[in-house]
């Protein structure tokens, strides 16, 4: 079955620095890669995903990239802010209605 | 509109009870599924129906955990045997597969600690 893996599992930033997450799935039949945000004692959101027929995607101040070949995916939040910091998921499926599978998370404090 | 909501928010029960623990999802949203979050990780797959057949139950742990989801909309984890491995935050999420942004929408879990 699929395998994500993500790091760092903690990342600190100093507001208005870049972030950066990394991750890598196991699974060539995966399509659809969510990334969810997660504040403490709150339920996941889901903030950006890509498909695999895109390699980027943007929104505001959020990018995901996807490397299907090397099955590596990012996320990177540039100008950081201090309500940036959360647990961050990236995820991986085969379709988009189907079941999704987390990485461990990345705890990322913005430091303002 | 309503999002997903799960009862109860809070579950404690005694080792070797029986709980069931459930979800109502977002109004049309035929896709729903269910997910275990262990302190500190993340969200684990469980189980998923589309409609009311369980597509895919393969997350299962055992065969103490069970769920139905008999008319379509609310569906019920079920719980047997409980044991203190099985204290996590149970998540449930819906989607509506047939629109162009198929987001799967969590609701706020019920916390389960089995003493």
């Known amino acids: 079955g699929e395998n994500v893996e993500q790091h760092p599992s903690t990342l600190s930033v100093q507001e208005g620095d870049s972030a950066v997450i990394k991750c890598t799935y196991s699974?060539?039949?995966?399509?659809?890669f969510p990334w969810y945000k997660q504040e403490l004692g709150k339920r996941p959101q889901l903030i950006i995903d890509?498909?695999?027929?895109?390699g980027e995607k943007k929104d505001q101040r959020i990018a995901v990239t996807l490397n299907k070949t090397a099955k590596h995916f990012s996320l990177h939040i540039t100008e950081t802010q201090p309500e940036d910091s959360a647990v961050y998921f990236c995820a991986a499926s085969e379709t988009s209605y189907d079941k999704v599978i987390f990485g461990p998370g990345t705890s990322l404090s913005v430091i303002p | 509109g309503a999002g997903v909501s799960q009862t109860p928010s809070n579950k404690v029960t005694e080792k070797g009870k029986y709980v069931e623990l459930r979800c109502d999802p977002i109004?049309?949203?035929?896709?729903l599924y269910w997910y275990r979050q262990s302190l500190g990780q993340g969200p684990e797959f469980l189980i998923y129906?589309?409609?009311?057949?369980?597509?895919?139950d393969s997350g299962l742990p055992n065969d103490r955990f069970f769920a139905v989801r008999p008319e379509g909309s609310v569906s019920t984890l079920k719980i047997q045997r409980t044991e203190r491995g099985d204290s996590a935050v149970y998540l449930c999420a819906s989607s509506h597969p047939d629109s162009s942004y198929n987001e799967q929408f969590f609701g706020p879990g019920t916390r389960l600690t089995v003493l």
């Open positions: 890509i498909r695999s027929n895109v």
């Open positions: 129906f589309q409609g009311t057949g369980a597509a895919d």
């Open positions: 699974d060539s039949a995966s399509n659809y």
């Open positions: 109004s049309g949203h035929t896709a």
